[in-house]
């Protein structure tokens, strides 16, 4: 089985990110890792390698600056066999549809050595913007399927069958191979690397891809973005309660009825 996980650089969604002084978001102090959504992608897909028990091989791919490279590193270290790096001044700006060109461009590269993937993993989106359309744009890209919210995964004669995350609970989907899989939260956690994993993949090297892979680069970068950001602002700061402490359960539920009166939340 030949496996392809994409993966983003973001920055750490434990950090709270305020708006700099350009009306940009103040990032450049914040630690950069790998989406968290990407890491179980390649969870699942390093569970699935182990299941299989043969020679399959799991490739990761990141579209990003050269910091990226130490986030490439860590999935080496957690199930990855080689990663690449696309990586070019060109690329910057580019929207879901232009990161999924880089990514086509880039795998048809690979796939010049590596052969056919069948199964190529995503997150279901990235924690900087949340807008989970490049695994979508890539399939279309690719003229493959493309399953979304993928929490299972297994192939049976040739198809992929995934257990996909709804509003409303759970379904079974099928498509033939290969198919993008877009992957939200299973239940189970990314693993964490052996000290053995670390020192392993630090020796292994990072490839890169440059712009003269793109087959049109007009696609791509600032000049082929179809959605731009018209401007970023950060969520009005939420007041503090108040709180109705009366004598008695009856005496507050009195009060604070008269203060949603008097705030005209009831008529």
Request: include cysteine.
């Amino acid at each position: 089985m030949n496996i392809l996980v994409c993966i983003k650089q973001v920055p750490d969604d434990s950090v709270e990110v305020g708006i700099g002084a350009d009306g940009k978001p103040a990032i450049d102090s914040i630690t950069k890792v790998v989406n968290a959504f990407d890491t179980y992608a390649l969870e699942m897909a390093a569970r699935y390698k182990e299941a299989l028990g043969d020679d399959s091989e799991i490739t990761v791919l990141c579209v990003g600056p050269d910091e990226a490279k130490n986030s490439l590193k860590n999935c080496l270290a957690v199930g990855g066999n080689t990663a690449y790096l696309a990586s070019d001044a060109a690329f910057s700006g580019s929207d879901p549809s232009g990161v999924a060109v880089i990514i086509k461009d880039a795998i048809a590269k690979l796939e010049e050595d590596k052969g056919a993937f069948d199964l190529i993993f995503t997150g279901k989106e990235a924690t900087d913007a949340a807008l989970g359309q490049t695994g979508i744009y890539l399939a279309e890209q690719l003229n493959t399927g493309v399953i979304t919210n993928v929490i299972a995964i297994d192939v049976k004669d040739g198809k992929a069958v995934a257990k996909q995350e709804t509003d409303e609970g759970y379904r079974m989907v099928e498509s033939d191979t290969p198919v993008v899989l877009t992957v939200s939260k299973p239940d189970y956690d990314p693993r964490y690397p052996t000290i053995k994993n670390k020192m392993a993949a630090r020796k292994k090297p990072i490839e890169g891809f440059d712009a003269s892979i793109l087959a049109d680069p007009s696609l791509v970068g600032d000049a082929g973005a179809k959605v731009v950001a018209i401007k970023t602002y950060e969520p009005p700061k939420k007041e503090a309660g108040v709180k109705v402490q009366e004598e008695s359960d009856e005496d507050s539920a009195l009060k604070a009825i008269g203060m949603m009166v008097e705030a005209k939340v009831l008529g």
